[in-house]
C-alpha cells in the first residue's frame, strides 16, 4: 500500500487563514479566482471580436484597463498553479495520472469532469464569485452570503457524492 504524504489539514487551514489575511491586509481584498478567467475570455472575445466584445456589459469591467497583466488576479492564479505544482514535487505525491473508478468509462469521466467544471464556472460567476472568493473571503467577513454559499456547497457535495459513489466502487 502506498502512503501519500499530505499536509496536516491543521497546519493547511491556519496557512490558508494566514494568506488570506495577508491578502486582505496587502492587496485590500480577499482571495478569489474565477475573475481571472473571466478577464482571459475578455480578452480573447475582444481579441477575435473586439466590436462584439465593447457590446457586452458583462465584460467592460475587463476591457477597461491598461493591461491585463497588470491584474493582480492573474498572478494569484498562476500562484495557485505553481504551489499546487511545488508542493506535489516536495512531497513526491507529484505524477500524471486520471482517477476515475472501475465502472467508469474514460469518456464519461472526461465529459463529466469537463461539464461539471463548466457549471461550477457559470455558477461562480453567476454568484460573482468562486470558493475562495465567496465562500473563503465572504465568510472570513462573516458575510451571510458567504456561510449560505458554504452549507449549501457542503450539502450539495453529499448528495452529489451520494448519487456518483456506485461510479467509484
Known sequence: MVREKFWSP???GIGLGLTLLASFYIIGWG???SSAFSLATAVGVNEISPEYAGSLKYFSRYLNVESPLKDWIVFEVGGLFLGA???SLIS???RLRFDKGE???NS???ITAFSGGILIGFGARLARGCTS???LSGGAQLAVSGWIFVITMFISGFIAAAIFRRLWS
Open 103 to 105: 465502472k467508469i468509462k
Open 133 to 135: 472568493g465567496v465562500a
Open 10 to 12: 491543521y497546519i493547511a
Open 108 to 110: 464519461t469521466r472526461l
Open 92 to 94: 513526491g505525491n507529484f
Open 85 to 87: 505544482l511545488a508542493g
Open 31 to 33: 482571495l478569489g479566482a
